[in-house]
């Protein structure tokens, strides 16, 4: 399989010595017609990835503003097929890596057959199914494979190490860690299992891991960009479009997660810095 755009960031951001910054917005909030418009605004800011988010009508894994994000997409009648097309229209003028984040139900009566040459004919580069189960998952993974996209699995504080072994196995781009159990959400203070969780799937891959779930402020995100090798901003971007933002606005909100990214540098090995947290990134 020919390298991604998204393996290819984050070879590169590697090479940068820093993190990169993973966007998440839901697709077709407000509108179909607005969310290029918007993504391209989160690339000017400085996001070096787009997480689009397929509305779901059950979105059990999203707290209460990406949960009224989807309620208004769906409404502005935003479909899997539209999130596509959606798609297409962004890489018409951006190389930015797409990473499709939806629920299994749209994706299994879509079929996963179709979906992966349908992702792939949009320019999309990887899927996250945030609630198929890592252990009935072989299937749908040779399937994206084989056509040549990323699949991304979440990990959580709660998963056992069978579970962390078979997230390690059938992750490709990144793998993407919850930093708290519960729902998205934008929180006061970064959760204290995020470092074990991080320093426990660095002892078991080499995949590129990514942090979500609550990071919704610059000096969150800093913090994380020390100790991952991605940062992913979710209810925040979203509460900014439920707030009618423009694009100036949307874009300088990326551009300050951006900085503090940017200016997080990675700590020593643990064990050469006191201050630094166990896990850290390379």
């Known amino acids: ?149 990323d699949t991304v699995f979440l990990a959580a504080p709660t998963s056992t190490e069978r579970r962390l072994q078979l997230v390690a196995a059938y992750s490709s781009g990144f793998v993407y860690l919850v930093s708290r159990t519960g729902v998205t959400g934008e929180r006061t203070a970064l959760s204290e299992s995020v470092a074990p969780l991080i320093r426990r799937m660095r002892a078991i891959t080499s995949t590129p891991l990514a942090v979500g779930f609550g990071i919704s402020t610059p000096e969150q995100a800093g913090a994380v960009a020390k100790m991952a090798d991605g940062v992913v901003v979710g209810s925040a971007i979203v509460r900014l479009i439920e707030q009618h933002a423009d694009n100036d606005g949307l874009e300088s909100f990326a551009r300050s997660l951006r900085t503090a990214v940017g200016q997080a540098e990675a700590c020593p090995t643990a064990g050469q810095a006191e201050a630094c947290p166990t896990g850290s990134r390379p």
């Open 1 to 149: 399989m020919q390298p991604t755009r998204i393996q290819l960031l984050f070879d590169r951001l590697k090479n940068e010595g820093r993190a990169a910054l993973i966007a998440y917005l839901t697709a077709g909030d407000p509108s179909p017609e607005r969310t290029p418009e918007l993504v391209a605004a989160l690339e000017r800011g400085g996001a070096d990835l787009i997480e689009l988010g397929v509305p779901f009508s059950d979105p059990i894994a999203d707290g209460p503003v990406i949960q009224r994000g989807a309620d208004r997409a769906l409404k502005a009648g935003t479909t899997l097929p539209k999130v596509l097309e959606i798609a297409r229209r962004i890489r018409e003028k951006s190389e930015i890596p797409l990473l499709l984040f939806t629920y299994l139900n749209p994706a299994f009566q879509y079929g996963f057959e179709r979906l992966a040459r349908d992702m792939k004919a949009a320019g999309i580069d990887g899927c996250l199914l945030t609630d198929v189960s890592v252990e009935e998952a072989a299937q749908y993974v040779k399937i994206m494979r084989g056509i040549g996209l």
